[in-house]
């Protein structure tokens, strides 16, 4: 995992109590539409479970449609992560909602995740915007919101370069 985080990235570009931006870079060795299809079809292969609902990331998945569903199933239903607002198969998928513990507050997110030939692979630039309201202000999830997104793209990383996250 050492060797994965240095060729990883992430930053919190912006904070404020009302919202924060994130910015997380992984440079992948395989071509961005295989970086692409793992991100959407093998979801539940590669994202911690430890940051389900559920608690087992197979109950994971993205639906590749205008308003797909990032759902995941939980005991006796269903919850709506994050929806697809824009989708170009191999370079660009953009989702939007209120995923993890935003689901409860008055906020959303909107991730947009880009997917680009580099060097030896594709470098995945992943930008995650949160906007809304939260009695302690949002800014005091950034930092630990961006460690997770950073761990979870670099098991993607590791999960297509090694078969394993």
């Given at each position: 995992m050492v060797a994965a985080a240095i060729q990883a990235g992430a930053a919190v570009?912006?904070?404020?109590?009302?919202?924060?931006?994130?910015?997380?870079?992984?440079?992948?060795?395989?071509?961005?539409?295989?970086?692409?299809?793992?991100?959407?079809?093998?979801?539940?292969?590669?994202?911690?479970?430890?940051?389900?609902?559920?608690?087992?990331?197979?109950?994971?998945?993205i639906e590749e449609k205008a308003l797909g569903c990032f759902c995941e199933k939980v005991k006796g239903g269903m919850s709506r992560n994050m929806q697809v607002i824009y989708f170009v198969p191999g370079e660009t998928l953009v989702m939007t909602g209120a995923p993890g513990l935003l689901r409860d507050m008055a906020a959303t997110a909107t991730m947009s995740i880009g997917f680009t030939a580099a060097e030896g692979g594709t470098r995945v630039s992943v930008t995650y915007a949160v906007g809304g309201y939260s009695p302690a202000g949002l800014d005091k999830l950034a930092r630990e919101v961006d460690g997770v997104l950073l761990t979870q793209f670099t098991r993607l990383k590791n999960f297509i370069e090694n078969g394993k996250p």
């Open positions: 570009t912006d904070s404020s109590p009302n919202g924060f931006t994130l910015k997380v870079t992984v440079d992948i060795k395989a071509a961005p539409g295989i970086v692409y299809d793992n991100v959407v079809k093998n979801i539940g292969r590669w994202w911690d479970p430890a940051h389900t609902f559920s608690g087992d990331s197979a109950n994971l998945s």
